[in-house]
Structures are given as structure tokens and as C-alpha cells.
């Protein structure tokens, strides 16, 4: 019983010798921290280590931004093409369309030489006879011009539609460049 008395004992003191030391560490810690606050020069070297601190993430925050402008500029100016060449290939297969209707018409109204058939040297083929099929010039005329007003109905929809996107994006753009590094500029929701 003796043995575990003196095992307790030692242990206490264990104990009270590492809670003491501890406790010295500390203080000396707490001291050297208290001392470098009050001094001008501890002051100073905290300051100066403070503002290093802010100009390293300043600048890695100036890179950033410099890396998210040049991706944006480079986006309006890939859709802004894209957008431009699709306008531009719209408006030449409309101006296409549109000659060869013109050309089509002005053959069925008033057909050249080249379009009437001479009729001496054709020879004639018996065939089963069908019931007759009647078309009228203006209904194939009807039928372009529907078709035309549907090609234009489509440009302005797809122009007003790029006018939209360009506009959205310009304002993000100016949001985006009017926002501070100190500010939360992004939406939410």
C-alpha cells in the first residue's frame, strides 16, 4: 500500500512541476507578446509586418482581377464576333433567297427562250393519263413570299435577340468594372 501512496505523491508533484513550468512558458510568452505591443519598435515591426501582409494579397488580388478582365474582354469580343458572323450570314442567305425569287418570278411571268420548249422537236410518249394537276402562278408566288416573310420574321428575332445579349453583357461588363475589391459586387439569389 506504501507503493501506491508514493506513486500518488510523485505523481501530485509531477504534476505541480509541469503545471509550473507551463506556467512560466506562458508568462514569458504573454510577456514578450505584452512588450512587443508597447514598444514602438515591437509596435512597428507588427505594423510593417501587417502592411507587407496587405500588399502581397493586394497585389495577388490585382493579378486575379487583372486575369478576370482580360477572360471577359476576351468573351464580349468571341460573342460579339460570333454574333456579327451570324447576323452576316443571315442577311447574305436572305439577299440569296431573294434573288432567286426575283429570278423565279420574272420566269414564270415572262419566260425566255431558253424556258420554252420547241414544240416541233419533241416527241410524244403515250402515258397513263392522271387527273389534271392545276397550279397557278400566284400560288407558288404566295408561297415565296410567305416563305420570305418567315425568313424575315426569323432575322429580326434572332437580330433582337443579339442586340439583347450584346446589351447584357456590356452591363455586366460595367458592373463588373465599377465594382471595388472592398465590395461585394456579385449578386445573389
Not at 22 to 42: N, Q, R, W, Y
Request: contains cysteine.
Amino acid at each position: 500500500m506504501s507503493d501506491s501512496v508514493g506513486t500518488v505523491k510523485l505523481g501530485v508533484e509531477l504534476d505541480a512541476d509541469i503545471s509550473e513550468s507551463l506556467s512560466k512558458v506562458t508568462d514569458s510568452i504573454a510577456g514578450k507578446i505584452k512588450s512587443m505591443f508597447e514598444t514602438p519598435e515591437g509596435a512597428t515591426k507588427m505594423g510593417e509586418a501587417f502592411a507587407k501582409s496587405m500588399e502581397q494579397s493586394t497585389a495577388k488580388m490585382d493579378k486575379i482581377m487583372e486575369k478576370v478582365d482580360t477572360g471577359m474582354e476576351q468573351t464580349v469580343t468571341k460573342v460579339d464576333v460570333a454574333l456579327q458572323k451570324m447576323v452576316g450570314g443571315i442577311s447574305k442567305a436572305v439577299d440569296v433567297l431573294m434573288e432567286k425569287l426575283k429570278a423565279l418570278n420574272t420566269q414564270q411571268i415572262n419566260p425566255g427562250q431558253d424556258v420554252m420548249p420547241n414544240i416541233s422537236d419533241k416527241i410524244s410518249i403515250p402515258q397513263p393519263r392522271a387527273p389534271p394537276i392545276k397550279t397557278t402562278i400566284k400560288a407558288d408566288i404566295q408561297y415565296y413570299q410567305e416563305q420570305i416573310a418567315l425568313i424575315k420574321e426569323t432575322i429580326n428575332l434572332q437580330e433582337s435577340a443579339a442586340d439583347r445579349h450584346i446589351k447584357k453583357i456590356k452591363e455586366l461588363e460595367a458592373e463588373y468594372k465599377g465594382c471595388n475589391v472592398n465590395e461585394k459586387c456579385w449578386r445573389t439569389g
